[in-house]
């Protein structure tokens, strides 16, 4: 039987290390060349395949491919596409089968979180009975670290060392100018529904940094957060505040919500961090200075962690490793064995098990006044931001980050409309 070739992609927001995974999973395909031929990434996500615009990365040297594990956001280009059902949109899955039979394709790895983690179970589902079998690994990843089963996301460890280190230092210049300035400083960080990323900004408080969280897991109460402010600047002179975009009202309604959607339906978020800070303002006087982490938080792979780095390209190498040896409709998963000394393996989960299944931050990681992390919450966080993995930097003092070639593979279907 001869070698099938695979379709690689990345999909939804990107992270400091999503090109890791891409690395472990092109360098351990190319040690397999007889079962799995060339690689093909799709280019702007399964986007690619959809349109055939496909990347042949035979093309790319090893020390390129090499380099993307030292290099942040998506290399090969990501989107925000989720693929409808069957009987919604079947031309979609169709196209999809044309194109992975137009090129041989027999392996489909997609890089990505809960959306694309449905998109690769469709597709692992569908395509057997569509009358081309494809084995459909999904590779973990998101900062939000959302991803049911598997005990982290890659991406989000990166992520939280950024907020925590983030949070530390601006809180000291906050401390520096309390007695005669400003008191309140308001960091707003991602996560939709999961406060995972926020909570990571708790754990500055071993540090000597009164902290204040708000948690998209609880509701918010106004008149209790600045109570809780309040308290923490009489005591201490100044306070943080670490807001995630997700954070509502009791009734659903985000503080941030802009009245828009993006291509999945969600309600665009942004400018939690001026409306608690105004409110700070308004409701006790203080003067207040806010900003938004947004793409820097998930972009910093000058900061990224050690353990996050290995585990994304563990996880992509595995993907391939599963593949070759026939599994099918399978995440490869983070399995931890200790907290200290941090020990993990990998594991795997079956993608009916993965698709559209949300993990939330658990209540026993939240302090019982809803406004911090338990001990249980940091002995999880610490291992992942714990260790760095600098990349290279040139004479000019900047990061040596690679771009790749990102030649295309001859097309040889019509055109298709996405």
Not at 90 to 114: C, P, Q, S, T, W
Request: aromatic content about 10%; charged content about 25%.
């Amino acid at each position: 039987m001869s070698a099938k070739n695979a379709f690689y992609a990345q999909s939804g927001g990107v992270t400091a290390v999503i090109n890791a995974s891409a690395c472990g999973v092109i360098e351990t395909a190319r040690k397999h060349p007889d079962k799995i031929g060339n690689v093909y990434a799709g280019r702007n996500g399964i986007i690619g395949a959809l349109e055939e615009d496909l990347i042949d990365t035979s093309l790319e040297s090893s020390d390129d491919i090499a380099a993307l594990k030292n290099t942040p956001s998506g290399g090969f280009g990501s989107c925000r596409f989720k693929l409808k059902s069957l009987e919604d949109n079947k031309a979609e899955y169709e196209r999809l089968i044309e194109v992975f039979k137009a090129h041989d394709i027999g392996y489909f790895f997609y890089n990505g979180g809960g959306d694309s983690a449905d998109t690769c179970y469709k597709v692992s589902q569908l395509s057997e009975k569509m009358g081309y079998p494809v084995q459909a690994i999904h590779v973990p990843k998101t900062v939000d670290n959302d991803l049911p089963i598997t005990d982290n996301c890659p991406g989000f460890g990166s992520v939280a060392k950024y907020i925590a280190v983030s949070a530390l230092e601006a809180s000291f210049d906050v401390r520096s100018m309390a007695k005669t300035s400003t008191k309140i400083f308001v960091l707003e960080v991602m996560g939709r529904h999961a406060g995972w990323i926020a909570a990571a900004g708790g754990l500055i408080e071993d540090e000597g940094i009164p902290v204040v969280i708000l948690f998209p897991e609880i509701e918010f109460d106004q008149d209790k957060f600045m109570a809780q402010v309040d308290a923490k600047v009489k005591e201490h002179g100044f306070c943080t505040i670490v807001v995630s975009e997700g954070i509502h009202y009791p009734d659903g309604k985000f503080l941030a919500e802009q009245g828009t959607r993006d291509n999945f339906g969600h309600a665009q978020l942004g400018g939690a961090a001026p409306v608690v800070a105004n409110m700070i303002k308004e409701a006790l006087g203080y003067k207040f200075h806010w900003a938004v982490a947004d793409y820097l938080q998930r972009a910093a792979r000058h900061l990224a962690s050690e353990s996050d780095v290995e585990q994304a390209y563990a996880l992509g190498e595995k993907a391939v490793e599963f593949a070759v040896a026939g599994e099918n409709s399978i995440m490869p998963t983070v399995d931890r064995i200790s907290n200290d000394p941090y020990e993990w393996k990998i594991g795997k989960a079956n993608l009916a098990d993965v698709a559209n299944v949300e993990k939330m931050m658990p209540m026993e990681y939240i302090t019982e006044d809803g406004f911090g992390i338990t001990q249980a919450c940091k002995d999880y966080l610490t291992p992942l931001i714990k260790g760095e993995a600098y990349p290279a930097y040139k004479a000019n003092g900047l990061p040596d980050y690679v771009t790749l070639k990102l030649q295309s593979v001859d097309q040889k279907l019509e055109k298709f409309e996405v």
